[in-house]
């Protein structure tokens, strides 16, 4: 079959610059090793003469497949039925208060089908998968790239092979579990996973949904800067927080707002925090330091960005300094203390890795890195219930009582005294 997509130009190493031709066979760049990973570069005069401003409402689409004339897809070819995208962006004014900000909006990606913005990524996967006649996909991921390939795959009548670390959180491993996919489960860390995923995609010749690996993912997670556009009425934000792990998602981000505004329909990018956890940094030190990231352990709660060998460093660097933005590590019981937050104010429940970008900006607020003024979008990436262990540790225990309203009044008193005002 036809692989060439009619508005995509070609693809281009992001290491050594070649240019290479766009098919279904071709992820990464024939003459790097492991780290030439690939760009995908559009017809952007092709793109403008087709797009405006009003197209994507017109197009009647309230999902992902609003912004085709963006995506390395063809139009014709299936897609999923799952509702991937178009998710709410809610104006935050009581997080924005507790925060001492004018303007904060959230994101919510935990609206997405299988409850992440994976969703986005995985969605191209199953559709290029398909188009080229694939049967069997497959990639290695701490949870969620993998629960939203699982879902996306079994809503197209594909296979899926899914490799997890062990210490994946059991509502992401059920979620694999139940839309059909073969997991197995590597004892290591994601780095073995990963490794192990590679050398079975080779061997038997599946679908490769690692996003680093494969180009076509980051097209699909830039849908989320592009709704952001249209919901703020085209009025581009001044930030964007988002949290890190291999770097595909802030690249996403970045390749949103960088291909609206060449084709003009914005005309400036916003600036881009990436956020990491203390126990895991190594995207943060390279950004700091400007040399190459080392590796690092993997030592925090949130477990979707705990990546101590990112895969898609350059590109994630790259989009965080052509943004003019920056990158902060935040410690655990900060990212915990932001899911509460971020709950009691908006009703937005995020796991660990999606308040990250919370617990992010309220330390570039105090440290002034971003001002009270500017006006913020905070990404909450993944749904809180995916990880119902570390909801625990984020939240007071509820409150116990016997039977009986005396009790019931003693421990209110203790605990919530504002309940009781209101009957007196
Ligand atoms: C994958 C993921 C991230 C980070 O994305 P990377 O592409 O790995 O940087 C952040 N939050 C959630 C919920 C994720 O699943
Ligand atoms: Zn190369």
Redesign the pocket.
């Known amino acids: 079959m036809e692989s060439q997509v009619e508005h995509v130009r070609h693809l281009q190493c992001t290491t050594c610059g070649a240019v290479v031709e766009e098919s279904h066979a071709a992820l990464t760049c024939p003459f790097c090793a492991s780290e030439g990973i690939l760009d995908v570069i559009y017809d952007y005069e092709a793109i403008a003469r087709r797009v405006s401003r009003d197209c994507f409402a017109a197009s009647g689409e309230n999902s992902m497949w609003r912004y085709v004339p963006f995506l390395p897809v063809d139009p014709a070819w299936e897609k999923p039925p799952l509702r991937v995208g178009w998710t709410p962006l809610h104006d935050a004014r009581r997080l924005a208060r507790a925060l001492g900000a004018r303007t904060v909006f959230v994101k919510d ?1 935990g609206v997405n089908p299988t409850a ?3 969703d986005r990524a995985s969605a191209i996967a199953a559709v290029r998968a398909k188009a080229a006649g694939r049967r069997i996909v497959a990639c290695a991921s ?4 993998a629960s939203s390939l699982a879902g996306c795959a079994a809503s197209m009548g594909l296979r899926s092979c899914i490799f997890v670390p062990r210490r994946a959180p059991r509502g992401k491993l059920m979620q694999l579990l139940i839309y059909g996919a073969t997991v197995v489960s590597v004892d290591g860390s994601y780095h073995d996973a990963f490794s192990l995923s590679a050398a079975a995609i080779e061997k038997w010749g599946w679908y490769n949904r690692n ?1 680093a690996i494969n180009p076509y993912l980051v097209e699909g ?1 830039k849908t989320v800067s592009f709704e952001i556009c249209e919901q703020l009425g085209w009025q581009v934000p001044d930030w964007v927080v ?11 981000v970045y390749k949103g707002f960088y291909d609206f505004f060449r084709t003009g329909l914005i005309t400036r990018i916003p600036r881009i925090l990436g956020v990491q956890a203390t126990g895991c940094q190594p995207l943060v030190e390279a950004f700091r330091s400007g040399e190459r990231f080392r590796p690092s352990p993997e030592n925090t709660i ?1 477990d ?2 705990a ?1 101590g060998v ?1 895969r ?1 460093p350059t590109k ?1 660097l790259n989009a965080v300094r052509r943004s003019g933005g920056d990158m902060i590590a935040v410690p655990d019981e900060e990212i915990l203390r932001a899911m509460r937050l971020l709950g009691s104010t908006t009703g937005v429940f995020s ?1 660990p ?2 308040a ?1 970008s919370l617990a992010g900006l309220a330390t570039a607020l105090e440290s002034g890195t971003i001002g009270r003024e500017e006006t913020v979008v905070v990404i909450a ?2 749904n809180g219930l995916k990880d119902i262990a570390n909801a625990e540790r984020a939240a007071p225990p509820p409150i116990e009582v016997g039977p009986s309203i005396e009790d019931l009044r003693q421990m209110l008193e203790a605990r919530a005294q504002d309940l009781l005002a209101q009957g007196e």
């Open positions: 990606e992440s913005l994976k701490t949870g969620n790239a996003a997670k988002v949290s890190v792990g291999d770097g595909c998602t802030i690249a996403g949130a979707s960005i990546v990112p898609n994630a796991e890795a999606g990250a990436t993944g």
